[in-house]
């Protein structure tokens, strides 16, 4: 319901793209006949290309590749359009505010100067500047779009090393390797899962822990469900792969990244997303734990805003910890880093999530690290408790990553 709520200013920015976009064609001084048709032929593409994120919502969410293959690749054509359109919007959005301030500062400037602007902008200097300057422009968006889509393929291995204080008996520590936030979905299928895949055996992990947002909303949106599961079920550990539902393993539809009907924490997860973790080998955690080899916990919470229990509650810190030995180590997963100051109170010892992305893209990155979270991304120790924040391996909304990683943790715990 919010990107209904922001489609106005969406439409608005799009309509004056078109506009500046016609100001800009002027410029090349082009014969009359074709002059017209390059923005006729312009304003009919950008509108296919800008509101595809809003025709892709009218077509069926249940039509298969076997019901109607015209209906099925019409609407993941749509949706990754959309995706990338939103990319293309924020940072066209951007570049277009740094020109228009530009304006209003030589508009000032000619003014005290005694010029009359009008003239400046009207003659031929400045038109050939104008031209310029929108060849720049769309060279700098599709470059940077390049760039953040590639960059969001790519994925790092970031490695943490970290030391309890509690012993345990025969075992000198153990081996982690975190992931989260894959979206499965129009952005995200097949070929990045196997590089996650093949990055995790490579590190040899005793466990693997996934902290939420597995899916991204819409289990059709799967590029091929079968050979996901298959490459799920090709990650290897000594104890396995456990994993927790984020606020987007809720089956229900999503436009930009925005999902509807947030107000309802009680939804649950679709029959074919958990059927999907249960092909996979992957233990889904709902507010219980498992006791791992008798040496340590893993506690997997139902996520924060969208529990996906059927009840839309979750147990405290302190509910978590009520009738645990304590003197073992405790891990912790939970899809977004919140309560961390109640979590350390419990007594838990490592708080393992996702969630935030790190902010994704520029400059979401810095306002999810000064405003946002408390910890956005990496290690953070807060008392006895260490709190670790995956960037996370796939994306949300806009499909590209800059000035942000997608990484796998490697987490040596050393009792």
Known sequence: MIFFLLSPLFIAAHAYFVYEGFKWIDTLRLPRGLGRFVKILAAVLWAVFSLSIFAAYFIPAGVTRESSPVLYILRRTLKKSGNYNLGVLIYMGMSFAVILIGRLIEYFKLKKEGIEPKQVFRSALYRNKRAVMGVLNIVFIVLLMWYGVAHGKDIKLNTYEIELSKQVEGSSGVRIALVADMHLGYSIGCEQMEKMADMINASSPDIVIMAGDIFDNEYEALDDPERLIKIFASIKSRYGTYAVYGNHDIEEKIIGGFTFDYSNPAKVAGKEMNEFLDKAGITLLLDDHVLIDDAFYVYGRPDYSKPGNGTGKRKAPQEITAGLDMSKPLIVI??????????????????????????????????????????????????????????GVGLYGPNIRIGTDAEVCVIDVKW
């Open 334 to 391: 939970d899809h977004q880093p919140r309560e961390l100051q109640a979590l350390a109170d419990a007594g838990v010892d490592i708080d393992l999530c996702g969630h935030t992305h790190d902010g994704q893209f520029f400059p979401m990155n810095i306002t999810s690290r000064l405003f946002t979270w408390e910890n956005s991304a990496g290690l953070l120790k807060k008392d006895n408790m260490y709190n670790i924040v995956t960037s």
